[in-house]
């Protein structure tokens, strides 16, 4: 078969290892050819794309990014008939389906290509964490990793100086990265979305932290919006999905506490260091577990379906659920983290 593969949406240490997995597998059991398409759908669009013998992956599952590059174009932008365009473009050169990896942007995108007729198969990805149909995504690990390791230098410097260090990580609408990366730093208090604590509950953690002579260590999540927040608190732009982009939610909790406690505080935003740089361990395994699944996919005539991790054990879904529903904290995890705090 000749297979065309993507990544699609913010990139996401472990993609390589995915792109590696898919030919590898389909170049020695298959005979397949690939062709990668540049920059997520915007390749499919221009039918821009480079060809994927097996020597070109060589070594690349342990490098972060994406050596197709990626964009969060989609090909329904602009009233146009993407599908349409994409089905020429697969003709063009005989492709005989695509492999699209990516959030639940990319998802959603693959799923109405699927449902216009297009051979489509997914693979998640997302430092966020947040799709429920699988029960880790690959970059997460490395997220956390990256977040814990910067908590742990940010506490280091906030014990010197004796002041409260406010650091906000990724996530976008859940908190999954600020949960394991506060709870392996040892935060003294974690703010997530989904369980929105007031600001004087913070300061309330925080003072209990001071009190015993620490040097107190917030995490919060980019999504977090205090339950007693003033309307049109952080006032963010929306995305092409109309999402907003998240940021700086840090900086404004800093001043508050050090104005409520008189503790002089300090705002750190990680940002996109925590999707770039070398996949852990971890995650190039499930990348790469992922990849070569969703080839057999592909040869199993699985369109409209995708990859996923349930338990130790990689299965396939329908694309349909992949996009349903977010995976938030639940309860039972927010309650077994908030007992440590303060
Ligand atoms: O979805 C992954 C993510 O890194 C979010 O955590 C974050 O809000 C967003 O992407 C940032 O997007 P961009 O790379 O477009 O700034």
């Not at 059991?29 to 990668?36: A, N, S, V, Y």
């Not at 390749?43 to 490098?63: A, C, E, K, Q, S």
């Not at 999540?221 to 929306?238: C, H, Q, S, T």
């Not at 508050?256 to 300090?266: D, H, N, P, Y």
Request: aromatic share 8%; net charge negative.
């Amino acid at each position: 078969m000749k297979i065309g593969i993507l990544t699609s949406g913010g990139d996401c240490p472990g993609l390589n290892a995915v792109i590696r997995g898919v030919v590898i597998k389909g170049d020695k059991l298959f005979e397949d050819e690939f062709i990668g398409y540049r920059d997520g759908w915007r390749g499919v669009i221009d039918n821009d794309y480079m060809t994927l013998p097996r020597r070109r992956v060589r070594g690349i599952g342990r490098i972060g990014g994406t050596i197709l590059g990626t964009s969060r174009s989609n090909p329904f932008h602009d009233g146009e008939d993407g599908a349409a365009i994409v089905r020429r473009h697969m003709d063009d050169n005989d492709i005989d389906g695509i492999i699209a990896i990516g959030g639940d942007g990319t998802l959603f995108t693959a799923n109405r290509l699927y449902e216009a007729g297009i051979p489509v198969v997914g693979v998640p990805k997302t430092v966020d964490n947040d799709l429920d149909a699988t029960d880790y995504t690959f970059g997460f690990n490395t997220a956390v990793e990256i977040a814990t390791e910067s908590l742990d230098r940010l506490r280091m410097t906030g014990d010197s100086h004796h002041r409260c260090m406010v650091a906000e990580v990724m996530g976008r609408s859940v908190g999954w990265i600020a949960l394991h990366s506060g709870m392996a730093a040892g935060a003294h208090v974690i703010a997530l979305p989904e369980f929105p604590l007031t600001i004087d509950e913070i300061c309330a953690y925080v003072k209990s932290a001071w009190d015993r002579g620490r040097a107190p260590l917030v995490v919060v999540a980019e999504g977090y919006v205090p339950k007693d927040a003033p309307e049109g608190f952080m006032n963010y732009e929306l995305d092409e999905f109309g999402r907003p982009r998240f940021g700086g939610v840090a900086e404004v909790l800093a001043p508050l506490i050090e104005e409520r406690l008189g503790i002089e505080s300090r705002a750190t935003v990680l940002g996109h260091i925590q999707r770039g740089g070398e996949p852990t361990g971890y995650d190039r395994v499930l990348a790469t577990r992922l990849g070569t699944a969703a080839v057999d996919l592909v040869h199993n005539n699985g369109f409209g379906r995708m990859v996923a991790l349930r338990g130790t054990e990689i299965v396939d879904v329908p694309l349909t659920e992949a996009i349903n529903s977010l995976k938030s904290v639940p309860r039972a995890r927010w309650e077994e983290a908030k007992v440590l705090f303060g």
